[in-house]
């Protein structure tokens, strides 16, 4: 059982300048599995911008391709249950030597191994078995390897032997070829205006427009609606107000000193007065949770830091919230003014 779903395929990945370099990396990696220098092949990205998709997509090609390969598709989550399941039962190297037998291994969302040292041991020692005797592995991320945390070092180093490649947010083309052929699929006709309104709006990620798209589907065939402006209109408005919008990290220090009563440029500055740098601390802290920026950009946002350092405020952030009652109340305090 390769676990492959055939929905997800080369064919119906629609290319854009957001996707490409990460889908023709995909598919020289269906034509010659452990045969290029993609290996491992990740592909990272935000929630709903096509990771799963072109994961299985290139292993449902290798399958057409090559029929007599083994290819296995695995969420890191499942690979994980497994793992923790095989020490339970003794049987830790029985799963090790299933996966060493794979020839092109997936695994979906690494991520999901962070801080789980004994499933990242495992993995480490399946993976340099596949790469020694020429196999292929692929693996989806949410995050590229240097933003990465509570991942050893080795198995970083080893992510970042073949290629990264990056989904970005689609552009406004892609948009409207995946809604097209979303419709065309379907075999439901749209007027171009909604089309248009619909991809001019929905910008943050793929799985949110074909939700909208369903929903305009379902009102004008089930509910026997016309499918107006107005009907896409009231569409998109629920879509967008559902996903949390992307605060800006300038905003967030603004929310921050104000909430604190100073300037940007006092959150900012190189003190050492503990309510200064604990307000530092928290934008810190708030800018890893609620944008996309690395650790690096993020220091270097807030007063020229390193990423080492917003790591160290974030665990302090987190630390001081289990200790200090004030200091929790001040996070969700501020918690709130970005959420609602
Ligand atoms: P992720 O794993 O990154 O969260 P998914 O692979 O689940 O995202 O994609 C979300 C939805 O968007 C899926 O239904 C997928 O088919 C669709 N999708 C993403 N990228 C594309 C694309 N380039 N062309 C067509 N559909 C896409
Ligand atoms: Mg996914």
């Known amino acids: 059982e390769s676990q492959l779903n055939p929905g997800y395929n080369f064919e119906n990945f629609l290319e854009g300048d957001s996707n490409r370099l990460a889908r023709s990396a995909g598919m020289a990696v269906a034509n010659k599995p452990g045969g290029t220098s993609f290996n491992p092949l990740l592909v990272f990205g935000g929630v709903g911008l096509g990771k799963t998709h072109l994961a299985h997509a290139i292993g449902v090609e290798i399958k057409d391709k090559y029929p007599e390969k083994t290819v296995l598709y695995i969420s890191a989550e499942k690979f994980t249950q497994q793992y923790i399941e095989s020490v339970k039962k003794n049987t830790r190297n029985d799963f090790i030597h299933f996966y060493q037998l794979i020839d092109v291994l997936i695994?979906?969302?690494?991520?999901?191994?962070?801080?789980?040292?004994?499933?990242?041991?495992?993995?480490?020692?399946?993976?340099?078995?596949?790469?020694?005797?020429?196999?292929?592995?692929?693996?989806t991320s949410d995050k590229a390897p240097v933003d990465m945390q509570d991942i050893e070092q080795r198995l970083l180093s080893r992510f970042k032997?073949?290629?990264?490649?990056?989904?970005?947010?689609?552009?406004?083309?892609?948009?409207?070829?995946?809604?097209?052929?979303?419709?065309?699929?379907?075999?439901?006709?749209m007027p171009e205006d909604i089309i248009e309104y619909v991809a001019k709006n929905i910008k943050t990620n793929v799985r949110e427009l074909e939700g909208a798209v369903i929903s305009l589907i379902a009102q004008s065939s089930f509910n026997k609606k016309e499918v107006t402006l107005e009907l896409a209109q009231q569409i998109v408005e629920k879509f967008v107000k559902n996903t949390k919008?992307?605060?800006?990290?300038?905003y967030i220090q603004k929310v921050v000193s104000d909430y604190f009563q100073m300037d940007i440029s006092t959150l900012q500055s190189k003190t050492r007065k503990r309510h200064i740098v604990q307000a530092r601390q928290l934008a810190m802290f708030f800018a890893k949770k609620y944008t996309k920026a690395s650790l690096a950009s993020i220091g270097s946002q807030i007063g020229k830091r390193d990423h080492a350092t917003v790591l160290h405020a974030c665990k302090t952030v987190d630390n001081l919230c289990e200790t200090d009652k004030q200091f929790r109340k001040y996070m969700e305090d501020l918690n709130k003014k970005f959420t609602q």
């Open 107 to 139: 695994i979906d969302d690494v991520q999901f191994f962070s801080g789980k040292s004994g499933t990242q041991d495992v993995f480490f020692h399946i993976f340099n078995h596949l790469h020694q005797n020429g196999k292929q592995v692929i693996l």
């Open 161 to 189: 032997w073949g290629l990264s490649a990056e989904l970005h947010t689609p552009d406004y083309e892609t948009r409207i070829s995946i809604l097209r052929n979303k419709l065309y699929r379907d075999g439901v006709e």
């Open 245 to 250: 919008r992307e605060v800006s990290i300038d």
